[in-house]
T-cell receptor, first 116, second 110 residues
Framework: DTEVTQTPKHLVMGMTNKKSLKCEQH?????MYWYKQKAKKPPELMFV???????INESVPSRFSPECPNSSLLNLHLHALQPEDSALYLC???????????????FGEGSRLTVL | SQKIEQNSEALNIQEGKTATLTCNYT??????LQWYRQDPGRGPVFLLL?????KEKRKERLKVTFDTTLKQSLFHITASQPADSATYLC?????????FGAGTRLAVHP
């Protein structure tokens, strides 16, 4: 199984709502990532979890709250978002986050978020 | 700051020709560089990884070169097909993460 599964595929929320994005992988990978991608822009790293511990937070606003309940699951909790947060949110995993031999990222299909 | 440049304009080529995409980077020395393919509304898909001590890497119709002196990687698709039409992202490895370029959109016409 070489899939990263993200749910939901589409999410529309108001600025006062609380919602969560979910990501799951069963490849035994120990690093998981959240990226944000706007149209015609590159994926921008938000968070990295390595061995279930947060290892990188790219100065992301606190209205985005990541959680890694176990090595297979990654959540992104959303609260009080702004319209400019509308984007494609991509989850990815890799065997580890620190060696050249295991640097390949496996991406999910993304969750398209629209904030009204 | 670390910067990656890929041709922002779309590359249009005829089926059967070789497509060559360029990735230039500045202000760092990546240990390796990856190339991904991304279709509209989908997540990127890994294609190739090339390390700093490798000059060239091949996989089927794909070839990647890595020139650490020029700080440049070239990505070639030989015998291109309309199914190769997509955006191709380069991603050099920074200090502790991959940094993605904005990508070059390739359109292969029959």
């Amino acid at each position: 199984d070489t899939e990263v599964t993200q749910t939901p595929k589409h999410l529309v929320m108001g600025m006062t709502n609380k919602k969560s994005l979910k990501c799951e992988q069963h490849m035994g990978h120990r690093a998981m990532y959240w990226y944000k991608q706007k149209a015609k822009k590159p994926p921008e790293l938000m968070f990295v979890y390595s061995y279930e511990k947060l290892s990188i937070n790219e100065s992301v606003p606190s209205r985005f709250s990541p959680e890694c309940p176990n090595s297979s699951l990654l959540n992104l909790h959303l609260h009080a978002l702004q319209p400019e947060d509308s984007a494609l949110y991509l989850c990815a995993s890799s065997q580890a986050d620190w060696t050249p031999n295991t640097g390949e990222l496996f991406f999910g299909e993304g969750s398209r978020l629209t904030v009204l | 700051s670390q910067k990656i440049e890929q041709n922002s304009e779309a590359l249009n080529i005829q089926e059967g020709k070789t497509a060559t995409l360029t990735c230039n980077y500045t202000n760092y020395s990546p240990a390796y560089l990856q190339w991904y393919r991304q279709d509209p509304g989908r997540g990127p898909v890994f294609l190739l990884l090339i390390r700093e001590n490798e000059k060239e890497k091949r996989k089927e119709r794909l070839k990647v070169t890595f020139d650490t002196t020029l700080k440049q990687s070239l990505f070639h698709i030989t015998a291109s097909q309309p199914a190769d039409s997509a955006t191709y992202l380069c991603a050099p490895r920074g200090y502790n993460k991959l940094i993605f370029g904005a990508g070059t959109r390739l359109a292969v016409h029959p």
